[in-house]
C-alpha cells in the first residue's frame, strides 16, 4: 500500500511508520508536513491512503480536506485526532474514512488501513465510546417535544420542509423554525450531526 503521512511531529511520524511496518513491511510511505504541501504532492503521486495528523498546522481547515479528497477521490483519509476528540464530528463531516486518537491501540490503525483498502469507514473503540457517550448523556426524549422528535426524525430522513409540513400539519415556514429549535436544544449544528445525536442513519437523497 503506499501510504502518505501528513504531520510536523517527528514523533509521531516515527510511531506511525512503527505500527505500520509491524504489518505490512512492503508499504511504501511518504510524509509531509501540512495539509496544503499534501495536495500539491498529490499531484505527482497517488497514495491509497492518507494518515493526517489533526496537530500539523492546517490539518483542521476542512476546506482544504475537501480540495484533496476532491483531486484524490481514491486515497482514503485517516485522521489521528490526538488529545483532540471533540473535533470528531468536524472529521466525521468531512467524510473521512477512519478516525483514531492517542489512546487507539496500534491493531487499531492497521485494521483503520486494511478497512480503507475496501472502501469501509472505521472508527477506534474510543472514539465510539465517545459518540455512544453523547448520545446517552443528554436524552433526546428529555429535550424535545414529542412534534420536535417526530421532525426531527424526518429531517434525518431527507424529506423537504414542504413534506414534513404535509405529515405533521404544519406549515413550511413553521418547519424552518421547528428545525433551527431542534438545532438549538440538541447543540447541533447540521443534519449529519443531529443524525449522531438521535442515534439514526442519515438518508441521503439520490
Same mark, same amino acid.
Given at each position: 500500500? %503506499?501510504?502518505?503521512?501528513? %504531520?510536523?511531529? #517527528?514523533?509521531?511520524?516515527?510511531?506511525?511508520?512503527?505500527?505500520?511496518?509491524?504489518?505490512?513491511?512492503?508499504?511504501?510511505?511518504?510524509? %509531509?508536513?501540512?495539509?496544503?504541501? @499534501?495536495?500539491?504532492?498529490?499531484?505527482?503521486?497517488?497514495?491509497?491512503?492518507?494518515?493526517?495528523?489533526?496537530?500539523? @498546522?492546517?490539518?483542521?481547515?476542512?476546506?482544504?480536506?475537501?480540495?484533496?479528497?476532491?483531486?484524490?477521490?481514491?486515497?482514503?483519509?485517516?485522521?489521528?485526532?490526538?488529545?483532540?476528540?471533540?473535533?470528531?464530528?468536524?472529521?466525521?463531516?468531512?467524510?473521512?474514512?477512519?478516525?483514531?486518537?492517542?489512546?487507539?491501540?496500534?491493531?487499531?490503525?492497521?485494521?483503520?488501513?486494511?478497512? @480503507?483498502?475496501?472502501?469501509?469507514?472505521?472508527?477506534?473503540?474510543?472514539?465510539?465510546?465517545?459518540?455512544?457517550?453523547?448520545?446517552?448523556?443528554?436524552?433526546?426524549?428529555?429535550?424535545? %417535544?414529542?412534534?420536535?422528535?417526530?421532525?426531527?426524525?424526518?429531517?434525518?430522513?431527507?424529506?423537504? #420542509?414542504?413534506?414534513?409540513?404535509?405529515?405533521?400539519?404544519?406549515?413550511?415556514?413553521?418547519?424552518?423554525?421547528?428545525?433551527?429549535?431542534?438545532?438549538?436544544?440538541?447543540?447541533?449544528?447540521?443534519?449529519?450531526?443531529? @443524525?449522531?445525536?438521535?442515534?439514526?442513519?442519515?438518508?441521503?437523497?439520490?
Amino acid at each position: 500500500m %503506499t501510504i502518505l503521512i501528513v %504531520t510536523d511531529n #517527528h514523533l509521531f511520524s516515527i510511531a506511525i511508520r512503527t505500527v505500520i511496518r509491524s504489518e505490512d513491511s512492503e508499504s511504501l510511505i511518504d510524509e %509531509t508536513d501540512s495539509l496544503r504541501n @499534501a495536495i500539491e504532492y498529490s499531484t505527482r503521486q497517488k497514495f491509497r491512503a492518507m494518515i493526517l495528523d489533526a496537530s500539523a @498546522a492546517d490539518a483542521k481547515d476542512v476546506t482544504l480536506l475537501g480540495t484533496f479528497r476532491k483531486q484524490n477521490p481514491e486515497t482514503a483519509i485517516l485522521v489521528n485526532l490526538g488529545e483532540q476528540t471533540q473535533l470528531m464530528y468536524r472529521f466525521i463531516r468531512a467524510g473521512v474514512a477512519a478516525l483514531f486518537s492517542n489512546k487507539s491501540l496500534p491493531e487499531e490503525i492497521n485494521e483503520g488501513l486494511r478497512r @480503507a483498502e475496501m472502501n469501509v469507514r472505521f472508527v477506534s473503540a474510543d472514539i465510539q465510546q465517545q459518540l455512544l457517550s453523547h448520545i446517552v448523556e443528554r436524552p433526546v426524549n428529555q429535550k424535545l %417535544t414529542k412534534k420536535e422528535e417526530v421532525m426531527a426524525d424526518l429531517l434525518v430522513v431527507n424529506k423537504s #420542509h414542504q413534506e414534513i409540513a404535509v405529515i405533521t400539519g404544519a406549515s413550511p415556514k413553521s418547519v424552518g423554525y421547528y428545525k433551527r429549535k431542534i438545532f438549538r436544544k440538541l447543540e447541533v449544528d447540521n443534519i449529519v450531526e443531529l @443524525a449522531i445525536k438521535l442515534n439514526r442513519v442519515l438518508v441521503n437523497k439520490e
